[in-house]
């Protein structure tokens, strides 16, 4: 029962061929929907199942938050691939997002020497936003409010990773806003504020 999230978090990263194999053979809109919603599903129990098993490790979350990475890049291009007009009508975002994704993977390998894995609200609601847009995008084959929603979410989500990254002196997961980062640092230093 304890390798169901490991399980959960390799069906992830299957996904990822499947979407990229699905794009590159022009598969059917709702196939590319139901492999985005099989990887949302499986992003969601893992976090679940780890900590009700008590086995949500800082080496799981790690992996959890590479997998993840690597699935919306694969179902990125795959949209890039089949539908490059959805992509373009939202270029402006997209670009800010993934420069920002960028900066946040430089800021954290420098600063920790490995990616960050804070698991925060505003990224789970993202990866909620996500799942919509990208099934919205694959289904209709255009940029709806759903998807647009999705990259406003994500610089959003971004933006606080990186303020949470300033804040914290060292590597620390599972960190759900940037008010936590900030408690969690002041309790380092302060140790009434750990107890308290």
Known sequence: MKRVPVALVYLRALCVAAMLTAGIT????????????????????????????????????????????????????????????????????????????????????RKFGRMAAYHMWSAKAWGLALWLGFCEAFLTGRPGPLFRLAVGL???????????SRVL????????????????????HDPAEASG
């Not at 994500?154 to 949470?164: K, M, Q, R, V």
């Open 26 to 109: 022009r598969a059917r809109g709702i196939v590319l929907a139901i492999i985005v919603s099989v990887a949302f599903v499986s992003d969601v129990f893992d976090g679940i199942i780890a900590r009700r098993l008590g086995v949500a490790t800082p080496g799981l979350r790690r992996a959890d938050t590479i997998v993840d990475t690597a699935f919306y890049i694969g179902a990125a291009l795959t949209l890039l691939l089949r539908t490059p007009g959805v992509v373009w009508a939202s270029r402006y975002g997209v670009a800010l997002l993934v420069v920002l994704e960028g900066i946040r993977l430089f800021v954290d390998r």
């Open 154 to 164: 994500g610089i959003a989500a971004d933006l606080e990773g990186l303020a949470a």
């Open 169 to 188: 002196s060292r590597w620390t997961h599972d960190v759900p806003t940037v008010w936590h980062a900030v408690r969690i640092e002041r309790g380092r």
